[in-house]
């Protein structure tokens, strides 16, 4: 159980491109999903805590304009990332609970490479 | 809010024997903490948590440690093997559903 998909796995595509990553819990509601980067070599860090049925909240120092988080139903999240430019090259990967106070499963990623 | 740090940032061991990890923690509301195990390019995978009504757990050859007055918890992997190789990540949260404040990762290297 709890298993979380992302999709695409990968994603290689021109600068000024937007991408939407999918993110969604196959076997449980996720009313909260969490959208996290990471760097080569680096660990992770949140970018923003995706709500179903309202705004995400986003972390300190980034851009809710250029990361934009929707969360329509208790299955799905995604993440556009708009006019994407190669400094946004990045590991995306999301994560979900199924219940309260229970661990967190995270998705597969998307290895996202901007030209 | 929540500051972790883990250390060493590397760790190399000889096969069999064991490997300890260290994390600190800032903030006194955190009551959650889970390790994850990331091999290159794959998704963070849960191997063991703690949560701050206990002061140990253990599964097999993995243990977590927890110290609430000190804020610090460790990781602990006994009878390391090769394919306990990867970077592992502490992290902690104010609740299993919330957001997750890692470290910043220990790559652990088991020679055979």
């Known amino acids: 159980g709890a298993v979380v998909s992302q999709h695409p796995s990968w994603v290689i595509c021109k600068s000024g491109t937007s991408v939407k990553i999918e993110c969604r819990s196959l076997?449980?509601?996720?009313?909260?999903m969490f959208w996290y980067r990471q760097f080569p070599k680096q660990s992770l860090m949140l970018m923003a805590t995706s709500n179903e049925g309202s705004k995400a909240t986003y972390e300190q120092g980034v851009e809710k304009d250029k990361f934009l988080i929707n969360h329509a139903s208790l299955t799905l999240s995604t993440l556009t990332v708009t006019s994407a430019h190669p400094e946004d090259s990045s590991f995306y990967i999301c994560s979900a609970s199924g219940q309260f106070n229970q661990p967190q499963h995270f998705g597969d990623g998307t290895r996202l490479s901007i030209l | 809010g929540e500051n972790v740090e883990q250390h060493p940032s590397t760790l190399s061991v000889q096969e069999g024997d064991s490997a300890v990890i260290k994390c600190t923690y800032s903030d006194s509301a955190s009551n959650y903490f889970p390790w994850y195990k990331q091999e290159l390019g794959k998704r963070p995978q849960l191997i063991i948590d703690?949560?701050?009504?206990?002061g140990e757990k253990k599964d097999q050859r993995i243990a977590v440690t927890l110290n609430k007055t000190a804020k610090h918890f460790s990781l602990h992997i006994t009878e390391t093997q090769p394919e306990d190789s990867a970077v592992y990540f502490c992290a902690a949260s104010q609740g299993g559903s919330e957001k997750l404040v890692f470290g910043k990762g220990t790559k652990l290297t088991v020679n055979p």
């Open positions: 076997d449980f509601q996720a009313t909260t």
């Open positions: 703690i949560r701050s009504n206990v």
